[in-house]
């Protein structure tokens, strides 16, 4: 079962302030810990590895205690050492070397906030995993600290059902597309440990997070304090708690996960499965998180959609944001068949063909069954990012595949294309003709030519940046984007190659300004 910290109203301020100040002096950060492991063993901990990084602490504190040749390390690395191992790795510690990592806290205090348990005399475990993190956004680098329940890294074994999730991938993933823009009030919809919301709370007035789980809860309220946070935290399934409310930003890394609802014996997971049937969550919350939206306010979120045989992910999905009656832009980030959806997610929680043969082939059985009998193909993971116009007409409807590497943080990215789709709205293409349009500097032209060729036979228009799109242009368009420097109009430039190629402006126009509206609303141009 999940073993949440302890947060006593009168007392735990003072612990917490203690609690602070002792991570702060080993400079338990995610740099002060890659410091200390160095890069083999730091990077085998991104691959679930813990063997490298258990000899590299094993080794520092042997030297703290005189135990082994080698110069000893300084005081913040032996309190580093010590945390990482009991509260990162989850191993036994002894009582006086934790007490010695933590001096202005000291065991009493630990044991007060609930950071850990006595396992034998004079050895200590900790009871959830409390961890660095660090990020930067709009308001620049952060170092926070997270709690959450010790994984299977640390455990050896799997999830618990109300298991209470750290900064995991998919966590990162949204905390980097969301744009970090100054708002009013936000909305954390599955908060979980609160990383969301604390991130929402460098841009916001006001941060609301919610869950269904009070473990969950009593976890992101233990980060919020610990990191000086101010967040109001409200227990309830998906809207109920904010119902009759506006937002002007929700952000949600929701249950997701497409589990078998009719076959026992598949374990499910307060932090992943919503309790519906197949992506019914999903399709729930796109379709009334419009809601609790205020005029021009946003939705980012990530979810699953199923894919079902004879028919495009995007007719399904569309159909949802034609529900929703709200702008929508979906990006397909990732597609799995049946069987690697089944393998991912049963792993995911802990479940082994090592560990429990018996025990993953009936659950993977389970898993096919329940696509088979929808007739699903496939299972696409994507962003998704909804707006409730301010007039109420509907003009953003894009939905579109990108598997490729992005560069991330992706929000402003995001938030600009969006701004541009908003810019081109209001001209028309007389008006597009009129304006200035300059090359992103993050742009590239790449020609491909025949050997022997003195003309290129594709010409393809790049960016650098953001998504890292990639776009075949004609002659003229390629020519077009490399005049664009803000001097002359778009009219001009189109008039200046019809010149040159001896072909009618007009009709030169009508070809080139489609490709030209697709530059901009992609950030390829900028208007001067």
Not at 17 to 45: K, W
Not at 197 to 217: F, P, Y
Not at 510 to 519: E, T
């Amino acid at each position: 079962m999940s073993h949440p910290p302890i947060l006593d109203d009168d007392a735990a301020p003072d612990l917490l302030a203690r609690l602070r100040a002792d991570l702060v002096a080993a400079d338990y950060t995610v740099a002060g810990v890659q410091s200390l492991l160095g890069p083999l063993a730091f990077d085998a901990l991104h691959r679930e590895e813990a063997l490298p990084a258990r000899r590299v602490l094993r080794g520092v504190l042997a030297a703290a205690r005189g135990e082994s040749a080698g110069d000893a390390p300084s005081e913040a690395e032996r309190r580093r050492a010590a945390l990482a191992a009991v509260f990162f790795l989850g191993d036994t510690l002894l009582s006086h070397e934790l007490a010695l990592a933590l001096p202005t806290l000291g065991l009493d205090g630990a044991r007060a906030l609930g950071l850990t348990r006595d396992v034998d005399p004079g050895r200590v475990r900790a009871r959830f995993d409390l961890r660095p993190y660090a990020a930067d956004d709009a308001a620049g680098h952060l170092d926070w600290w997270l709690a959450s329940d010790l994984g299977e890294l640390a455990t050896g074994a799997g999830l618990e059902p109300d298991h209470v999730l750290g900064a995991g991938g998919a966590s990162l993933t949204l905390a980097q597309v969301t744009a970090r823009r100054p708002v009013g009030r936000v909305l954390d919809l599955g908060t979980g440990c609160g990383i969301q919301a604390l991130h929402a709370s460098r841009h916001a007035e006001h941060v609301v997070g919610t869950d269904i789980s009070r473990t969950a809860l009593e976890f992101a309220r233990f980060n919020a304090a610990l990191n000086g946070v101010a967040l109001e935290l409200r227990e309830g399934s998906m809207l109920a708690p904010v119902a009759g409310e506006t937002f002007d930003l929700v952000v949600s890394n929701p249950p997701f996960v497409i589990t078998p609802r009719a076959s026992a014996g598949v374990e499910m997971f307060e932090y992943r499965d919503g309790g519906r049937s197949g992506d019914d969550l999903v399709r729930d919350l796109v379709v009334n998180v419009g809601s609790v939206l205020a005029p021009g306010g946003v939705v980012q979120m990530l979810g699953n959609w199923e894919i079902r045989r004879g028919q495009d992910w995007t007719e399904r999905v569309g159909a949802w944001l034609d529900a929703a009656g709200l702008d929508g832009w979906v990006i397909q980030r990732e597609v799995l068949d049946p069987a690697q959806y089944a393998e991912t997610w049963l792993r995911d929680g802990g479940t082994t063909p090592e560990r429990d043969p018996e025990g993953f082939a009936a659950m993977y059985e389970a898993w096919l069954e329940d696509f088979e009998s929808r007739d699903v193909e496939a299972v696409g993971f994507g962003i998704v990012y909804l707006r409730r116009p301010v007039d109420g007409r509907v003009t953003l409807r894009r939905l579109e595949e990108h598997t490729g590497s992005v560069h991330q943080p992706l929000g402003e990215h995001l938030a600009a294309s969006v701004e541009a789709h908003d810019w081109l709205e209001h001209r028309d293409d007389a008006a597009l003709l009129a304006e200035r349009l300059v090359v992103a500097p993050d742009v590239t032209e790449e020609r491909y030519l025949t050997p022997g060729q003195d003309d290129p036979n594709v010409v393809i228009v790049r960016q650098g940046g953001g998504l890292g799109r990639g776009v075949h242009a004609s002659t003229a368009l390629a020519a077009l984007v490399g005049v664009c420097d803000g001097e002359l109009s778009v009219g001009q430039i189109v008039g200046a190659i019809a010149s040159l190629f001896d072909v009618d402006a007009s009709e030169l126009a009508a070809d080139v300004l489609p490709g030209v509206r697709g530059l901009v609303r992609d950030l390829f141009l900028t208007p001067a």
